[in-house]
């Protein structure tokens, strides 16, 4: 198994970790980590809300051959927060998160060995200033897993 599909199971296995999150109750559950942080709602939702990005609009992209383009983080994460303090359930929202994280899964399983490898650019960049490596599918989805475990720790230390 390449590198990249390794990647990619393990973004799903985060969709396998997220029940775990329904033992905060509905007043714990919009209420911010830590002081000037987001909820764990917050937090589930903006995940939910990158995930639907990367099948809508990165996966399609790349597949045309075209560079990937990532909207302004604030107010990208703005509107996740916006629906997370919308009403919805944290069953409903959980519900939808595990959803949305399988589709892609699944979308990214699907793809081919050469899809996940291609150069491609992120916001004009090509190379990751990370890790130097040259941009592509895969690297973003392990980025992706590295902005999981972060979120992860958050919610785990309350930080």
Same mark, same amino acid.
């Given at each position: 198994?390449?590198?990249?599909?390794?990647?990619?199971?393990?973004?799903?296995?985060? +969709?396998?970790?997220?029940?775990?999150?329904? !033992? @905060?109750?509905?007043? &714990?559950?919009?209420?911010?980590? =830590?002081?000037?942080? $987001?909820?764990?709602?917050?937090?589930?939702?903006?995940?939910?809300?990158?995930?639907r990005?990367?099948?809508?609009t990165?996966?399609? +992209?790349?597949?045309?051959?075209?560079?990937? !383009? @990532?909207?302004?983080? &604030?107010?990208?994460?703005?509107? =996740?927060?916006?629906? $997370?303090?919308?009403?919805?359930?944290?069953?409903?929202?959980?519900?939808?998160?595990?959803?949305?994280r399988?589709?892609?899964?699944?979308?990214?399983?699907?793809?081919?060995?050469?899809?996940?490898?291609?150069?491609?650019?992120?916001?004009?960049?090509?190379?990751?200033?990370?890790?130097?490596?040259?941009?592509?599918?895969?690297?973003?989805?392990?980025?992706?897993?590295?902005?999981?475990?972060?979120?992860?720790?958050?919610?785990?230390?309350?930080?």
């Amino acid at each position: 198994m390449t590198v990249h599909r390794e990647a990619i199971v393990t973004y799903k296995q985060f +969709a396998e970790w997220v029940p775990t999150l329904l !033992v @905060f109750d509905e007043r &714990d559950w919009l209420r911010p980590i =830590a002081v000037g942080k $987001a909820s764990v709602g917050e937090i589930i939702s903006h995940l939910m809300n990158w995930d639907r990005y990367l099948i809508e609009t990165i996966l399609p +992209a790349v597949k045309r051959g075209e560079g990937m !383009v @990532f909207p302004d983080f &604030d107010s990208f994460n703005k509107s =996740a927060y916006v629906y $997370a303090n919308s009403g919805v359930s944290r069953y409903q929202l959980l519900d939808e998160f595990t959803n949305t994280r399988l589709e892609l899964v699944e979308l990214l399983l699907a793809m081919s060995s050469e899809d996940l490898d291609k150069p491609v650019t992120a916001n004009g960049i090509s190379i990751c200033p990370h890790t130097g490596a040259p941009y592509c599918l895969g690297l973003i989805i392990q980025e992706f897993n590295e902005h999981d475990r972060h979120h992860q720790k958050q919610i785990l230390h309350r930080t």
